[in-house]
């Protein structure tokens, strides 16, 4: 298969850019690294990116910039950060990319799922505190596309 991996040189994208690589044709993306150049929390250049591409059969993402912390220290633009650049830009990927790759292809966005709990169950230290877990979640096959006449 040709797969686009975005975020290719990070921590992230390295390990899956290794494991994919040994059976699949991949072309790596990132905003200042990879082959392909692209911003993915910009439309215009994510379409970009495909155009350049061609045809693919399968997206991973495994970039998007959040801010990380204890809660108490978020504010607004912390989390306009993550949502504008990571959210979003994931939301840019499918959008963009649902007409660009094959039939029956797949998007597999890298996330982070974040609670907040108080430490003072943990630990002597009472502030509230960030925990967060990765995962890779393969989106279901869509559904074959069909005309209307
Ligand atoms: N590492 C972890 O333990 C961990 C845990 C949970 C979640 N995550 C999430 O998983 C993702 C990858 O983590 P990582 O540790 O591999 O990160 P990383 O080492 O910082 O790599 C991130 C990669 O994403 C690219 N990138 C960032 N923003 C981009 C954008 N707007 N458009 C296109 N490419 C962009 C960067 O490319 P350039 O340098 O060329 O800009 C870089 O290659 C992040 O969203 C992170 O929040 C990571």
New binding site residues.
Partial sequence: MKIIV?????????AVCEELGARHDIIT??????ELS?????RA?VDAMYEKAGPVDAVVS?????H?GPLGDFTQDSFMTGLK??VM?QVNLVLAGLDRVAEGGSFTL???SACAHTSAALSSNSAPVWS???SANPLPTPAPRSTTT
């Fill in positions: 975005i975020g290719a040189a990070g921590d992230i994208g390295k993306a990132g905003r200042s690294s990879g692209v911003d993915m929390a910009d250049s495994t970039a998007g910039e959040v990380f650049n990571k830009g890298t996330t982070i967060y877990s990765a």
